[in-house]
Nanobody
Framework: HVQLVESGGGSVQAGGSLRLSCTASGLAFSNSCMGWFRQAPGKEREAVASISTDGGSTDYAGSVEGRFTISQDNAKNTVYLQMNSLQPEDTAIFYC?????????????????WGPGTQVTVS
């Protein structure tokens, strides 16, 4: 049974930083492409970032490139999202996702497993 659990969300002022973590269990983490997505109230879920199984390839949505950094620790089955220069438009529920592939597009449909999400509020 695969479980993804996000943590690290919260409230922060504009210009501040947060680091999200997502720890996986029941997942062959080293064989999984991991991604972060977000959904703001009244909006569709959108991609934020993804990272390949070996951590060697990353991809970012244009709206976060240069501000957010995705990374992972295979020994801890954990993927991170460092978020800097946060803006009110970054307010959303952030979701961790995984799929058994070396690499996947920044498309929600490409990911099989999802966490429950963590709220990020920027004011």
């Amino acid at each position: 049974h695969v479980q993804l659990v996000e943590s690290g969300g919260g409230s922060v002022q504009a210009g501040g930083s947060l680091r999200l973590s997502c720890t996986a269990s029941g997942l062959a983490f080293s064989n999984s492409c991991m991604g972060w997505f977000r959904q703001a109230p009244g909006k569709e879920r959108e991609a934020v970032a993804s990272i390949s199984t070996d951590g060697g390839s990353t991809d970012y949505a244009g709206s976060v490139e240069g501000r957010f950094t995705i990374s992972q620790d295979n020994a801890k089955n954990t993927v991170y999202l460092q978020m800097n220069s946060l803006q009110p438009e970054d307010t959303a529920i952030f979701y961790c996702a995984a799929t058994y592939a070396f690499w996947a597009r920044l498309e929600p449909a490409d990911y099989k497993y999802w966490g429950p999400g963590t709220q990020v509020t920027v004011s």
